[in-house]
């Protein structure tokens, strides 16, 4: 299924569209198993697993050993990196499976995990007003201050695959116009702390609220005023009050929080692929 059957999952463009519409399929399966109580199924017994971190991180350590311990890994081996060790060298060089938790390139455990949740809220994923892809068509429209634009050579690589209509605008109105899903992410990321006074001036009028204010939606009694119902979504961590409200992210229409759960199902899903199991 995948190009060239790859080891290592470290991009999603590396992967057919087949590779990963299995790998989503496996993620419910696995997570209807678990939410059903079936403790029998223990795929990871024997196996051990190795984290490397650069970065304190919550969600994607938590998420990873939740996930080894439901499935029963034998044991899980966490360290800090002392130096900065490249991913794709730590692949190249590594007989094992790779799996990419998070760089400061990518996230595609993340996508995954998104991917997991707006099939499990609208139902399927190809041509949902949201996420980039080279590998499944979507319409994306990225919203930022003028400046914040995504890397050049990524839109160029998504465009190039020619599936998947994107845009990229700096009027927020505009881009959340007959939108499936609406996605925020924190303002200045984890590392980049020394931004953030910077970034909370320059994305004034990017917060949540004002934009579904903006297209006449009322978060609060899950009210369509005038303009199309959307989901909510954040990768989280998020700053309440400042890229969404606590109105937003608590909203009937918020999936923040299945989001978040999901991030263990996407990765277990990934991992018994990479297992072959
Ligand atoms: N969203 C996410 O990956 O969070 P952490 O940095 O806490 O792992």
Known sequence: GSKGEEKDFLHLSDFEKATILKIL????????????????????KGKSMAMIFAKPSMRTRVSFETGFFLLEVMLCIWDQMISRWDILDLAKYSSVSVINGLTDYNHPCQIMADAVTIIEHIGRLEGTKLLPA?????????????????DKETVDKAQKAGISKIEITNDPKEAVKDADVVY??????MGQKEEAAYCRQVFQGFQFILLFLGCQYNWFDNAIL????????HCLPAERGVEVTDGVIEAPNSIV???AENRMHAQNAIMLHFLGL
């Open 25 to 44: 399929d496996r993620a419910a399966e696995v997570k209807a198993q678990l939410k059903f109580g079936d403790r029998s199924f223990t795929p990871f």
């Open 134 to 150: 080279s590998v499944v068509p979507f319409h994306f429209v990225c919203v930022c201050p003028k400046g914040f634009e995504p």
């Open 184 to 189: 925020s992410d924190v303002w200045a990321s």
């Open 226 to 233: 005038d303009g199309p119902k959307a989901y909510f979504m």
């Open 257 to 259: 929080f299945p989001q």
